[in-house]
């Protein structure tokens, strides 16, 4: 049972605001995503080596997540989850400034290395929070809805990035350089706000540990308070997360360079709706489907949508028409929204509350370490199978592989989970 300080009117406030500053920050961050590897072709003269230089720029960024998303989540044990959400949300909002700044590729990755710190202080701590605000029988429920506000985010940001892209070169006659930076200053302005609606309205849901919970690599390996069962579902998500953060970042970061190679007539004011477009119906699932856990097993929910998911990313490079591959990427975004909610409130249900901050913590930095591996090899597959003749039928050129070998290696993971992982209600 949950030791929650709240009320129930406290903690669906809780639960209400942290979804409000997942939406805000989030949409920052769609706003900004799809449009760096066209900011990074641009920079880089539409060089052929493009492909690793988008990975290593969002590697930066998940290898910080992954290297202090544990610390952050220990310290919040010890000094509450709302301090560093704030520290966090505004350190977020400055440095999305700071990338109007860099001229060049490096730049870019030294600011977008310390916005993965940002995040490590924003999102597994909100995460714990909402988890600490909510008894576990409404716990798929509460992630639902954070994952829904995220989503929401990511797929309100690309139109926005887009509308304010095309109103600075197209309304405004900014070069193409100012008109890229642009929405960044957008991204300053909600992200700030996004701190302030914490500030007001949030509270820690359980007292602070005075103590620190510093575990060993063994007792994260092996924590206390868990049976043996739950210490083998521990185990598996450890790895899961990992092999999944692989599978979804070799791919995430290479849509808008695999728009604009198989359909070179769009532009910076149009892939990003189109991957707005393709994630929408995604966001609209996230909540429902969080309750459908609750009731059905969250194992069931997350395997289902995790085939679904996986199988819809090796379909998007088959479609040789645009709106074969933006259904296929609508399947992905709507599967992979069945299935993440349920995964939390799995993880969730294992974890022990006195070190919920720590081991969520440690779950997210398995996730991140895989995607920073994963977006590397994504960007070295890219460069070199992108546009290689297979010798079979048009769409069918080497630019499938990166999204194949993802493909399987997700169906790989989520197997795993089906076979190992007991719920209860499995």
């Not at 809780?14 to 449009?35: E, H, Q, R, T």
């Not at 933006?326 to 709507?334: D, G, K």
């Amino acid at each position: 049972m949950s030791s929650s300080l709240l009320n129930e009117s406290e903690a669906r406030r809780n639960v209400n605001y942290l979804a409000g500053l997942d939406l805000i920050i989030s949409l920052g961050f769609g706003l900004i995503m799809p449009l760096f590897p066209l900011y990074l072709s641009y920079l880089a003269d539409n060089a052929t080596d493009v492909g690793i230089q988008v990975g290593i720029l969002f590697s930066s960024f998940m290898l910080m997540r992954a290297i202090l998303a544990a610390p952050f989540g220990n310290l919040s044990d010890r000094v509450g989850r709302k301090k560093i959400i704030l520290i966090g949300s505004f350190f977020y909002a400055i440095l999305a400034i700071l990338f109007t700044v860099p001229e060049s590729w490096s730049g870019l990755l030294f600011v977008r290395a310390f916005q993965g710190v940002a995040s490590a202080m924003v999102w597994p701590v909100s995460e714990a929070l909402v988890i600490d605000s909510s008894p576990p029988s409404m716990r798929g429920a509460s992630l639902g809805k954070i994952v829904m506000a995220s989503n929401m985010g990511m797929v309100i940001g690309p139109f926005v990035g887009a509308a304010l892209f095309g109103i600075a070169h197209r309304t405004l006659g900014f070069s193409l350089g100012d008109s890229y930076r642009f929405p960044f200053y957008f991204t300053a302005i909600i992200a700030f706000c996004g701190g302030l609606l914490v500030w007001r309205n949030v509270t820690d849901a359980v007292v602070p540990r005075e103590s620190k919970t510093k575990l060993s690599l063994r007792q994260i390996a092996r924590p206390e308070g868990v049976d043996r069962l739950g210490l083998r579902n521990l185990r598996v998500l450890y790895a899961n997360a990992a092999m999944e953060g692989f599978a979804f970042a070799s791919i995430g970061p290479l849509m808008a360079l695999f728009l604009l190679f198989r359909f070179p007539n769009l532009g910076g004011d149009t892939i990003p709706v189109i991957v707005g477009v393709g994630m929408g119906l995604g966001a609209l699932v996230a909540y429902p489907s969080g309750r459908m856990a609750d009731r059905l097993g969250k194992k069931k929910v997350f395997v289902l949508g995790g085939y679904l998911a996986f199988v819809g990313t090796m379909l998007i490079p088959m479609g040789g028409l645009l709106g074969l591959v933006i259904v296929f990427l609508a399947m992905r975004s709507m599967a992979f929204q069945v299935s993440s909610p349920a995964l939390r409130a799995l993880q969730a249900d294992i974890v022990p509350e006195a070190i919920r901050g720590r081991l969520i913590g440690v779950l997210e930095s398995m996730s991140n370490v895989g995607s920073v591996v994963g977006a590397i090899a994504g960007g070295l597959l890219w460069d070199y199978f992108h546009g290689i003749d297979l010798g079979l039928p048009e769409p069918f050129d080497g630019t499938v592989i990166p999204f194949v070998i993802s493909g399987l290696l997700g169906v790989f993971t989520v197997s795993m989970v089906q076979l190992l992982v007991k719920d209860g209600r499995a």
